[in-house]
């Protein structure tokens, strides 16, 4: 029995961490509607709770194989929240009256990755095809069972945007239905709303904001060093430009020029952001910035490689004692210098304003995400309320003891003495 129960544990123990390793940034409301269906096709679930994407895919399936060779139309949006369906007003007027004459109605308010549930049908011999709004939408739906259109991100007001988006959703709704005659439209987002909140920010702070806050939001993105490719970007900023120390002392700045090239090495464990800096008498350094991320969701930057010819310098490591990293879709952002360094005595230093990010998604296209913080709990203000509070502990308690120690005396008479006694005459 011992070594059974130590297997179910094991293997209860490995789910619960697989499903912790689910980010929260996927958790994405799912709208579902169809003129044809029937509403007992409803997807049996407590709207407590999350769905996980493979049970997503699964009732997906199963009402497409209920149907008659239906079309799966998915409107994906770069952000959506739950109150973007239920606020006043609400920019999805349009298809609101499309629901309203639909025969199936179904709200999933918590869906992991909705969107790459509908791709994983293809491995059940289902052909899926993504495009993008500015694309043919009619002309894709031959021969194809779902339809994934990625809709373009907000360029202005984010609410005039959706009811844009909800015009042209409705229209492209009506133009396929024609078409097929039997259309399952389905309505989500590639990320929630509320894992950012501000797509580029300040880190907060209790203390001084002059002191512990980075301010990623007032810079040019000019001065940004990026690179990407189809699986996202790599961005890097600094406030003030690198400076590179040689062990003879001579020193270098290394500042972004119109010569300066950026590339992304995008591998399946790291990313690394290539930045060749050109110095104005020519000299060409080459940084590669390292990016580890792990299975806790989590990036770090810990080394950059360096080499320049010119300067004698073969590819060698520079690492750093700053804990560089963040969770993913995360930016890392501080105020303090940060230098990278080895023992030859090799020193690349980020006087002020460093941030990074890599692994970007492309709903954020060339912006920072959301910032980690990165100010330590126990700021000075928190230590002095914490020592002033201690020590008046003891000077209360201290005082408790002594008010509790005081002895009285029982009575007020002597025993082995006469009686006091009051007559009434008296």
């Not at 203390?207 to 000019?222: T, V």
């Not at 690349?348 to 910032?371: A, H, K, Y």
């Amino acid at each position: 029995m011992g070594p059974q129960v130590g297997i179910l544990g094991f293997v209860l123990a490995a789910f619960c961490f697989s499903l912790s390793l689910q980010s929260e940034e996927t958790l994405v409301p799912v709208l579902v509607w169809d003129y044809k269906n029937p509403g007992d096709l409803k997807f049996s679930h407590n709207s407590l709770h999350n769905i996980d994407t493979s049970s997503f895919t699964s009732h997906m399936q199963k009402m497409i194989k209920k149907s008659s060779n239906p079309l799966v139309l998915c409107f994906v949006e770069p952000l959506l929240s739950v109150e973007d369906f239920s606020t006043t007003p609400t920019a999805f007027t349009h298809i609101k009256n499309e629901i309203s004459q639909a025969k199936l109605m179904d709200y999933m308010p918590s869906v992991y990755d909705a969107s790459e549930g509908l791709h994983n049908l293809e491995n059940v011999g289902l052909k899926v095809k993504e495009i993008y709004d500015t694309d043919n939408i009619v002309e894709n739906i031959a021969g194809t069972d779902v339809l994934i259109v990625k809709m373009s991100e907000a360029d202005e007001n984010r609410f005039n945007t959706l009811e844009k988006h909800d015009k042209f959703m409705a229209e492209t709704y009506k133009k396929v239905f024609e078409q097929r005659k039997n259309v399952i439209g389905v309505l989500t987002s590639e990320i929630s709303m509320f894992s950012i909140s501000t797509l580029i920010r300040s880190r907060r702070s209790e203390g001084s904001s002059n002191e512990n806050a980075s301010d990623i939001s007032d810079f040019a993105m000019n001065d940004v060093f990026k690179a990407g490719n189809k699986n996202g970007r790599a961005m890097l900023y600094s406030k003030s430009p690198a400076v590179l120390t040689l062990p003879t002392g001579t020193t270098f700045q290394l500042s972004k020029t119109p010569k300066t090239e950026t590339k992304l090495d995008d591998r399946t464990d790291f990313q690394r952001l290539l930045i060749t800096y050109y110095t104005p008498d020519g000299t060409k350094i080459n940084a590669r910035f390292r990016f580890d991320k792990d299975l806790t969701n989590t990036w770090s930057l810990k080394i950059v490689e360096l080499e320049s010819t010119k300067l004698n310098i073969k590819a060698t490591n520079l690492t750093t004692t700053s804990s560089i990293s963040g969770t993913m879709g995360h930016a890392y952002s501080t105020l303090k210098e940060v230098e990278f360094s080895n023992d030859e005595n090799i020193r690349l230093v980020f006087p002020s304003g460093f941030t990074v990010q890599p692994w970007i998604p492309d709903m954020l296209g060339e912006r920072f995400g959301e910032v980690d913080d990165t100010v330590q709990y126990f700021t000075p203000g928190i230590w002095m309320g914490i020592f002033v509070m201690t020590i008046l502990a003891m000077v209360f308690t201290l005082g408790m003891i002594m008010i509790l120690d005081i002895k009285t005396m029982d009575r007020f008479d002597d025993a082995k003495g006469k009686t006091i006694t009051i007559n009434a005459t008296d």
